[in-house]
T-cell receptor, first 111, second 113 residues
Framework: SQQGEEDPQALSIQEGENATMNCSYK?????LQWYRQNSGRGLVHLIL?????REKHSGRLRVTLDTSKKSSSLLITASRAADTASYFC???????????FGSGTRLQVQP | DAGVIQSPRHEVTEMGQEVTLRCKPI?????LFWYRQTMMRGLELLIY????????DSGMPEDRFSAKMPNASFSTLKIQPSEPRDSAVYFC???????????FGEGSWLTVV
């Protein structure tokens, strides 16, 4: 079974709007990462947040982490058509060396 | 750096045939992962290697699947015999020594008919 579950499964917004995606996970973690996948391509790392961090920023990306609720959110501000992609959260639970990926959110940004 | 290189990018094969997928990791990365992606099951970890040694192969679905990493520059994932339900995108990804960020190849799109 997957460690992370993203919500919503699909999201459609207009260019310039903000997009928020959520991820819930089941076990304790060392860190949580977000990846992006364009159609027909491999996944690309966006941002990593450690379990002792609550918020992190990178350009137009803002990630929050609430370990008490076992959840994270990814906010993309001022979205662009080029942000259209699937977004995945990934966790590395203690004792498991490899990342476990969630089911992903498909984001469509309308120009 | 050329990134993680996978081949073939696309393969269509008949049921029962042997399929070999190849991966060249990023130079200096000592962990290598094989993932499978399908609409139904999402991204699943099949196996991962650390310093060319298989560490966790619990995700390998059946004995029909095998993976090798004979050296730090090359890995293969083999399916023999292939079945239609093996149709998926197979990703190779690598990581440099505990950095946690993994780098994906572009995937091998496999269709078994």
């Amino acid at each position: 079974s997957q460690q992370g579950e993203e919500d919503p499964q699909a999201l459609s917004i207009q260019e310039g709007e903000n997009a928020t995606m959520n991820c819930s996970y089941k076990t304790s973690i060392n860190n949580l990462q977000w990846y992006r996948q364009n159609s027909g391509r491999g996944l690309v790392h966006l941002i990593l947040i450690r379990s002792n961090e609550r918020e992190k920023h990178s350009g137009r990306l803002r990630v929050t982490l609430d370990t008490s609720k076992k959840s994270s959110s990814l906010l993309i501000t001022a979205s662009r058509a080029a942000d259209t992609a699937s977004y995945f959260c990934a966790t590395d639970p203690p004792g498991r060396r490899a990342l476990t990926f969630g089911s992903g959110t498909r984001l469509q940004v309308q120009p | 750096d050329a990134g993680v290189i996978q081949s073939p990018r696309h393969e269509v094969t008949e049921m029962g045939q042997e399929v070999t997928l190849r991966c060249k990791p990023i130079s200096g990365h000592n962990s290598l992962f094989w993932y499978r992606q399908t609409m139904m099951r999402g991204l699943e970890l099949l196996i991962y290697f650390n310093n060319n040694v298989p560490i966790d192969d619990s995700g390998m679905p059946e004995d029909r699947f095998s993976a090798k990493m004979p050296n730090a520059s090359f890995s293969t994932l083999k399916i023999q015999p292939s079945e239609p339900r093996d149709s998926a995108v197979y990703f190779c990804a690598t990581e440099q020594g505990g950095g946690n960020t993994i780098y994906f190849g572009e995937g091998s799109w496999l269709t078994v008919v």
